[in-house]
């Protein structure tokens, strides 16, 4: 299979430079907070667009106004927009901090579809602001269509944010030219506990310089500080230029709202004066429903969940987890009996039931956190499901061992995990041959990221599943910059002919590091 992008078509090619026109005649979004009520003129997009979770036929369109506004959307089969279709979205106000999102359903399947969205004022209709154009490929629902998306996460965190003076987030770009069907964000999309600085010197003597706002000057506490870094990233034109082509399928983990917390826990963290993370994490989660398109979270984030399937035509369902809403504190983990461990009792009942429903050939699951690989809290808790223990499974363990003994059990073929979370990128296989725990067929884990964020040394590996590090790529010291060390997404190309599934590792510049092919119709790799 070709490590080439895919082709554009002639028209494909014209509104790709007119959506990338459109981003760069915005002026960019003012540096500041919730907008100013008593703007006159036209209501303005100057955050960009984006889609989420699309499927063959749906998908949600999002957008950001200035102001009170109507959201208007409009699709086509061309750039022409010659018999569009319009649909009338929601008004966008100050309880949504001015987003909103807007369901498209009936799409046609496996097509290119051009949207356009127009923001009305709701007192006059005929006011509108500028249109703000974006296209996405729906799913498709012929197999031989093939799939290829990417995945990464950790994005603004350790004290590097958007630096004018090397590009932004350049990964962004380098993934937007891939042309992928949808890009997989798994987890850390922001660092609401990791305040920014205007420079840092790094080690070489060179200096780094971020972009500042005032949310990103403090750990984020309140729903306008949360608010404002769910927009930072907003601010690279990188970023907007990518939402406007690319749909997402996002999930959490812990800097969305603090580092390594769980439900329940009282803060001890002197730069917080709100001790309570569960306030916390409500006031993020509504920050999330409000800036990401999210098809299982109401506009509001007061309801709903962020662990979902997105069914992407017969060759994938994509299985998003959710590892921080429901689990129990982080401990030693040498608990022998342990139902609510790191996805609760719920959300894996929920979880076996879709995998078994599921007749996709392959079925991604997207993990916010790696299995094997041991990821301390402190000196004596640990923030993952491994736990250092190289014995039996215990802890959080003993829920991931159900799960994997139920996928052999239920004869469930085709299934990968895709993470990020340790920022660094890597590939590990388990296999019952070399595991304490047999019951389980073997299985791939690929790790990638960080994506816009300080590069780690690689983790050591829990032996209780069997995992073997095929590839790693990792800094040798904590906290590398992304000019010190390339940053990292992933690829995976599914090819419609014959069921193969490739995966990239991926390193800014166009670098294919490690590659692995898979063979469908598998319970085991």
């Known amino acids: 299979m070709s490590l080439t992008p895919r082709r554009f078509t002639p028209a494909r090619r014209s509104v790709l430079r007119g959506t990338a026109a459109a981003s760069a005649a915005l002026a960019l979004p003012a540096v500041g907070s919730a907008p100013a009520l008593a703007l006159s003129g036209r209501p303005r997009a100057a955050w960009g667009v984006q889609t989420g979770d699309v499927t063959t036929t749906s998908g949600l369109v999002w957008v950001r106004s200035d102001r009170p506004a109507r959201m208007i959307v409009e699709t086509a089969a061309t750039e022409s927009f010659r018999g569009a279709r319009r649909r009338h979205g929601p008004l966008l106000g100050p309880d949504t901090d001015f987003t909103g999102t807007t369901a498209l359903n009936g799409l046609p399947p496996g097509e290119q579809v051009h949207y356009r969205v127009t923001l009305a004022d709701p007192d006059d209709p005929r006011r509108t602001g500028e249109t703000v154009q974006g296209t996405f490929r729906t799913a498709p629902a012929r197999r031989r269509q093939g799939v290829r998306f990417l995945w990464s996460g950790d994005i603004a965190g350790q004290g590097w944010g958007i630096n004018p003076d090397i590009g932004g987030y350049r990964a962004y770009e380098e993934m937007r030219r891939l042309d992928p069907d949808f890009f997989l964000c798994s987890g850390d999309t922001v660092y609401a506990d990791g305040p920014l600085v205007p420079s840092v010197t790094l080690p070489d003597g060179r200096v780094w310089r971020n972009l500042m706002t005032e949310e990103k000057s403090k750990v984020a506490e309140t729903l306008d500080e949360y608010r404002g870094n769910f927009r930072y990233n907003l601010l690279d034109e990188n970023v907007r230029r990518f939402n406007g082509q690319v749909p997402v399928i996002v999930q959490w983990d812990d800097h969305e709202v603090r580092n390594n917390w769980y439900p329940g826990q009282i803060l001890e963290d002197a730069r917080y004066t709100e001790k309570n993370v569960d306030v916390l994490a409500r006031r993020s989660m509504q920050a999330?429903?409000?800036?990401?398109?999210?098809?299982?979270?109401?506009?509001?984030?007061?309801?709903?969940?962020?662990?979902?399937?997105?069914?992407?035509?017969?060759?994938?369902?994509?299985?998003?987890?959710?590892?921080?809403?429901?689990?129990?504190?982080?401990?030693?983990?040498?608990?022998?009996?342990?139902?609510?461990?790191?996805?609760?009792?719920?959300?894996?009942?929920?979880?076996?039931?879709?995998?078994?429903?599921?007749?996709?050939?392959?079925?991604?699951?997207?993990?916010?956190?790696?299995?094997?690989?041991?990821?301390?809290?402190?000196?004596?808790?640990?923030?993952?499901?491994?736990?250092?223990?190289?014995?039996?499974?215990?802890?959080?363990?003993?829920?991931?061992a159900e799960l994997l003994r139920y996928i052999k059990h239920r004869r469930i073929t085709g299934t990968v995990w895709l993470t990020a979370d340790v920022h660094y990128t890597s590939a590990q296989h388990y296999a019952p041959e070399r595991a304490v725990f047999k019951d389980f067929a073997p299985f791939w884990e690929f790790v990638s990221g960080p994506l816009a964020a300080g590069g780690f040394p690689a983790n050591a590996l829990d032996a209780t599943f069997g995992p073997d590090r095929v590839f790693v790529r990792a800094p040798q010291r904590a906290n590398v910059s992304p000019m010190e060390s390339p940053q990292y997404f992933g690829e995976v190309d599914i090819d419609g002919d014959s069921g193969e599934l490739t995966v990239r590792l991926r390193a800014e510049g166009d670098t294919v590091l490690f590659t692995r092919t898979l063979q469908p119709g598998r319970v085991g790799q």
């Not at 040498?334 to 139902?339: G, I, K, S, V, W």
């Open 288 to 400: 999330f429903a409000e800036y990401f398109p999210v098809g299982t979270l109401s506009p509001r984030g007061s309801e709903g969940r962020i662990h979902r399937v997105v069914h992407h035509g017969p060759l994938l369902d994509v299985f998003v987890l959710d590892m921080r809403s429901f689990r129990n504190a982080n401990s030693p983990g040498r608990q022998a009996d342990d139902t609510q461990g790191i996805l609760g009792a719920e959300q894996l009942t929920w979880l076996k039931r879709e995998l078994s429903r599921s007749r996709a050939v392959w079925k991604v699951i997207a993990s916010d956190m790696p299995l094997g690989l041991i990821v301390p809290d402190g000196s004596a808790n640990f923030e993952a499901v491994a736990q250092g223990d190289p014995g039996a499974p215990l802890g959080r363990e003993l829920q991931i």
